[in-house]
């Protein structure tokens, strides 16, 4: 569909087409469709730009990426569609490899994932050869199914827009979980070590200007800045941003119609 430049949705019709375009060619899942719209409400709570406490969530994620002895950035179909230039530019910047993992998987699913990345200029892709497959025991769906020269083996994770179960097991593994979820609420962004309540698409190119500055940083500085973030503070500090905004608009701030 061509989006009219003038049209006051502009950017998020733009976006919405990214990732339906993605479900066409089999990129997105369809229920990844229902979790876009549900990403799409909570970004007009926080005012659909990244709030301050998102810099301090992705900035302790920058850090904790730098300082990980092996961190891995898992793909899924909805974060391939919308953002996967950027995605290779932050794996690049932080030294990691992306790895293709998908809840509704399917083998010929995860190669055309896989193969949105390699064009968007990623080198070395996980999560599509079967030689290097293992399994999580405690986790029961398809996305048991990892690699172990990656999620198996490393010791930081970061899902971008999960859904809770593999957190909760990737926990009890022992590795640390960085999320970025719009729903401050969700089981993923309780259980993460690291919950980046932002957009993806406004997070992953504001996580490469972050690791620009943190990468020469040292390993005390860095550390510093994980050890001081606590997940649990910064998301009652994303719920109250919310109900802070809401009141403020209920209270007189609603924009009122001009009708000339
Ligand atoms: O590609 P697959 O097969 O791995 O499937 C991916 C989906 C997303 C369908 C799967 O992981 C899923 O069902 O996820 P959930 O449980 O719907 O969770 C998605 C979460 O991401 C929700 O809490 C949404 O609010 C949030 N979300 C959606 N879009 C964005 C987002 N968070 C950040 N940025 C977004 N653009």
Known sequence: MRIPKNHPRAESLRVRELIIEGMHQDIVAEAGLIAHGRGEAFDYLIGEKTPSFAIQQQTAAVAMILLAKKAIISVNGNIASLCSEE??????????????NLFYRREERSAIVAKKLQEAGAKNILGKDPEFYTTIEELSHSRRVVDKRGIFSADVILVPLEDGDRTMALRKMGKRVITIDLNPLSRTSIWSNIT???NVIRAIPEMVSIAEKLRNKSKEDLLEI???FDNHKSLQESLLYISQRLNNLAEGELEKPKVE
Do not use: C, F, G, R
């Open 226 to 228: 994980v050890e001081n």
């Open 87 to 100: 995605l290779v530019k932050l794996a690049d910047i932080l030294s990691v490899n992306l790895e293709v």
């Open 196 to 198: 980046i309540v932002n």
